[in-house]
């Protein structure tokens, strides 16, 4: 442990996170915290060379969005991310296979809004599902933009389950994500961390973003939901949590 760092600030770090604070400071191996996704599942399911694809007329109807609206708290960005229902691995099974996606630091919030909504009208989606975080705010923007917004709370439940929608999709090669780097690195770093209450949270690890990672789990969950009798529609995930919803 350095003397360089001022004891009380070293202090703060143990009680606000002793299992952290054991791995970085003390550089001690914790058990709670381990790798989400096996590299080995996230190399097979990348389409070298695709970095996005335009809509088509013949999959009008049937494409899936989603949006991490982090930067409403002035912290990270917007991501914003489309995909479709498509047939891949031995199996037959259906996943998600990504179309776009797209991220903003900084941006003016109405501008953001404007492109997503302009994409979402050329894929032929019209329907924002949002977490209770910021949507009042991001309700009225849509909403002046001829996009619904849609409510649904994110708990502590519900966003393990939609990341174990992705890691499935993964593992069972159901799944094709872009030539994307920043995406890519994202999902490489997902941690799934055990916490006191024996439960387990997915994030990246402290400091580092998972934007990109939220998005594509959303849009992994949301074509299971679709093939189980939904249909398309966009979903918002502020950073706190992510949503789902499917409706016709």
Known sequence: ???????????????????????EYEALFTADSESFLPLGDINAAIIAGRSEVPPSQH???????????????????????????????????????????????RSPVPQV???????????GVRTIVADQ?????????????GIQLRQLAFTVRSKP????????????????????????RELRMLESKRT???????????????DYACVIALLAHETKQSDAGGFACLAVGIRTGVSFWSSK
Not at 161 to 169: G, H
């Open 1 to 23: 442990m350095t003397d360089r760092v001022d004891r009380s600030l070293l202090d703060e770090e143990r009680r606000n996170d002793p299992a952290y604070f054991a791995r």
């Open 59 to 105: 999959l009008k109807g049937s494409y899936i969005a989603a949006i991490d609206a982090s930067s409403l708290t002035g912290r990270d960005r917007f991501v914003f991310g489309i995909a479709h229902r498509a047939v891949r691995g031995s199996s037959g099974g259906v996943g998600p296979a990504l179309d776009l996606l797209r991220g903003w630091t």
């Open 113 to 123: 809004c404007d492109e997503i909504a302009a994409l979402a009208k050329a894929y």
């Open 133 to 145: 975080h910021g949507y009042i705010f991001l309700h009225q923007l849509m909403a002046d933009r």
């Open 161 to 184: 389950e939609v990341f174990l929608d992705l890691k499935l999709s993964l593992a069972q090669g159901r799944a094709q994500l872009l030539d994307h780097p920043e995406a890519l």
């Open 196 to 210: 006191s209450g024996g439960n387990y949270t997915i994030s990246a690890p402290r400091g580092a973003h998972d």
